[in-house]
């Protein structure tokens, strides 16, 4: 089945850093979406992607679509505090099954202020 | 306006008792609904999806079962605990542009 490879695994930044994480995949996907759970809450959407090689921004966050659809990136600039969490990737295809996504299994940052 | 509901928010239960956890769904009809464990605060497992009233699919066999008795009702449920159960399970309601929508969680303890 489809395996989504999310790194890093965890993050230890100052306050005040910029924070990269990335997605890849073996299949192609349409959608890319990241979300961020909160301790002890369940995972919010970030930003959606929807077109190979778009660049949407949502704040401080930027993320990316990668040209070969089997990729994606995100990036917090200027890290604070309550961005701490579980960063998740999620790819959505088409057709058949396209109402499931396939997860990374997350990037947990912790900010030392 | 579409809202998800997942209860309860936390459970401690004995090892060998049952378990029902209830999600529901407003504002919507015909929802796909998902259930997923995440243990120790790290990936999310699906454990069940369901697209219509009776219809559920299971992606890993297990100690638990689901079942979706109304249009936007997903019941997960154990007839008897494991110490293994125990980890943070959510619902999800497929809102097709945006992906899911997840509830808050349930936090099970099994003692």
């Known amino acids: 089945g489809q395996q989504l490879n999310q790194s890093p695994q965890s993050m230890f930044i100052q306050e005040g850093e910029d924070v990269s994480m990335n997605c890849t995949s073996s299949?192609?996907?349409?959608?890319w979406l990241w979300y961020k759970q909160d301790p002890g809450e369940g995972p919010v959407l970030l930003i959606a992607?929807?077109?190979?090689?778009e660049l949407t921004s949502n704040g401080r966050l930027t993320a990316q679509f990668g040209i070969t659809r089997k990729d994606s990136f995100l990036n917090i600039s200027a890290s604070i505090p309550s961005d701490v969490g579980i960063y998740f990737c999620?790819?959505?295809?088409?057709?058949?099954?396209?109402?499931?996504?396939?997860f990374g299994k997350g990037t947990k940052l912790s900010v030392i202020p | 306006s579409q809202t998800i509901h997942q209860w309860p928010a936390t459970l401690v239960q004995p090892v060998g008792s049952p378990l029902s956890l209830e999600c529901t769904v407003e504002?919507?009809?015909?929802?796909?609904l998902y259930w997923y464990r995440q243990a120790a605060g790290r990936g999310l497992q699906l454990l069940f999806y369901?697209?219509?009233?009776?219809?559920i699919s299971s992606e890993v066999p297990q100690n638990l079962s689901a079942s979706r008795p109304q249009d936007r009702q997903f019941i997960l449920s154990s007839k008897k605990l494991l110490l293994s159960d125990s980890g943070f399970y959510l619902c999800?309601?497929?809102?097709?542009?945006?992906?899911?929508?997840f509830g808050s969680g349930t936090r099970l303890t099994v003692v």
């Open positions: 504002g919507t009809s015909n929802p796909n």
């Open positions: 992607l929807y077109k190979a090689g």
């Open positions: 999620a790819g959505m295809g088409s057709g058949a099954g396209s109402y499931q996504l396939t």
């Open positions: 999800a309601w497929f809102t097709g542009y945006y992906g899911y929508t």
């Open positions: 299949s192609i996907f349409n959608t």
């Open positions: 369901s697209v219509g009233i009776g219809q």
